[in-house]
């Protein structure tokens, strides 16, 4: 049990493009999810909290109207990066938690890595 | 301030035999502490995952310790196989918060024939 899935498992786009990635929680409903990128060698770092049906929470540094983040169902949260340049290559991860504010388990799901030319 | 610190950075050692990772945090109010496995290209996966109260859990050839007065944790992997070769992750999780986790930098595994 507690799967999560995304899609696609890896992209490549041109510069100026606008890519969407999938976040699905297979078998739990997930009230928050979380995005995560990673670079090369260092650790997940969190780049905002989606709670269903409402806006997404950014992390410092994290520009929004860049990184759309859409948690539309309880079991879906979407990614869309816009107007994608090469530096926002990365390997991006997200996350699905059971239950919903305080405490619960988050699981990961198999990252989707995005390199744009 | 909350934080996870890992050690070594990386580690190479010949297949069969044994080692032990190290992290040391210092997040709090502490709720429990995972160690992760990921392989490069994939996402984390759950190898144990420890509260306040455990000392040792084993999940097959992983072996996790947790010391909670000390904020030291270990994971243990015995008679190494190339498959372990991948980032192991500790990730300190606080008992509030929508978003709760801590991660430390990880420890490079690199199993050799």
């Known amino acids: 049990g507690a799967v999560v899935s995304q899609h696609p498992s890896w992209v490549i786009c041109k510069s100026g493009t606008s890519v969407k990635i999938e976040c699905r929680s297979l078998?739990?409903?997930?009230?928050?999810m979380f995005w995560y990128r990673q670079f090369p060698k260092q650790s997940l770092m969190l780049m905002a909290t989606?709670?269903?049906?409402?806006?997404?929470?950014?992390e410092q540094g994290v520009e929004k109207d860049k990184f759309l983040i859409n948690h539309a169902s309880l079991t879906l949260s979407t990614l869309t990066v816009t107007s994608a340049h090469p530096e926002d290559s990365s390997f991006y991860i997200c996350?699905?938690?059971?239950?919903?504010?305080?405490?619960?388990?988050?699981?990961f799901g198999p990252g989707t890595r995005l390199l744009v030319l | 301030k909350n934080q996870v610190e890992q050690s070594p950075q990386s580690l190479i050692i010949l297949e069969g035999k044994n080692c032990t990772l190290q992290?040391?945090?210092?997040?709090?109010?502490?709720?429990?502490l995972r160690w992760y496995k990921q392989d490069t290209g994939r996402g984390p996966v759950s190898l144990t995952i420890?509260?306040?109260?455990?000392n040792t859990k084993s999940n097959g050839r992983y072996t996790a310790t947790l010391d909670a007065d000390t904020k030291q944790s270990s994971l243990h992997i015995t008679a190494s196989q190339l498959s372990d070769s991948a980032s192991y992750i500790c990730?300190?999780?606080?008992?509030?918060?929508?978003?709760?986790?801590?991660f430390g930098t990880g420890t490079r595994l690199t199993v050799i024939p």
């Open positions: 996350s699905a938690k059971i239950t919903s504010g305080q405490g619960g388990t988050q699981y």
């Open positions: 078998d739990f409903q997930a009230t928050t």
């Open positions: 989606s709670n269903e049906g409402s806006k997404a929470t950014y």
């Open positions: 992290c040391n945090y210092t997040v709090s109010p502490f709720s429990n």
């Open positions: 420890m509260t306040f109260s455990e």
């Open positions: 990730v300190v999780s606080l008992q509030t918060g929508a978003n709760n986790l801590f």
